[in-house]
């Protein structure tokens, strides 16, 4: 019964990433996809690295600005992607690759689709950053996550452990 248990846990996870991912994809989708309307376009970017430099030029507050901005706008995905996908036993290295390729592409998505709005430029280092974003929350959250899951489902099951909140659970009924 224990494992009801924790697999009812697992799916309101799971459930609970694909909502929060779904609705966060469409909050980004709405802020990146909007037309600016501006008198002058520049070209895009497609050399890396042109706007960082750029930015850079600009001083340390707007740089940092800009440069947060773009780490930050996918970032979330580095958290919720793994929550979605629902797998706590899983290789680190191998969550850490599906998830900063999952970003990539997303990011790569709204990039090309940025080109069919007003005003909206393909920039290379917003994949960049965006990609780097979703690799540095991912790295900070996911695995230490992973660690207490695991230590929460293992401390039960470990012989000579104390009675406690885990015991109480396994012996209860799973809800219909």
Do not use: C
Not at 67 to 82: C, K, Q
Not at 125 to 145: C, E, S
Not at 168 to 175: F, G, H, K, M
Request: without cysteine; aromatic residues 8%.
């Amino acid at each position: 019964m224990g494992g009801v248990q924790h697999d009812g846990f697992k799916y309101r996870v799971r459930a609970a990433g694909l909502l929060l991912t779904a609705a966060y994809l469409a909050f980004a989708a709405w802020l990146l996809l909007r037309p600016h309307y501006v008198a002058w376009v520049p070209s895009p970017n497609l050399r890396p690295f042109g706007t960082i430099r750029a930015d850079l030029r600009m001083g340390t507050g707007q740089a940092a600005r800009h440069l947060l901005a773009g780490l930050g706008l996918l970032a979330p995905l580095g958290i919720l992607l793994p929550m979605a996908g629902g797998r706590i036993e899983t290789s680190g290295v191998a969550s850490f690759v599906r998830t900063v390729f999952a970003g990539l592409m997303v990011s790569i998505s709204f990039e090309f689709t940025q080109t069919m709005v007003p005003g909206q430029l393909f920039d290379v280092d917003a994949l960049i950053l965006n990609t780097a974003g979703v690799a540095l929350a991912h790295l900070l959250v996911v695995p230490a996550t992973r660690r207490h899951l695991r230590r929460r489902e293992l401390l039960p099951q470990q012989e000579g452990a104390p009675q406690g909140r885990g015991e109480l659970r396994e012996q209860r009924p799973a809800p219909l």
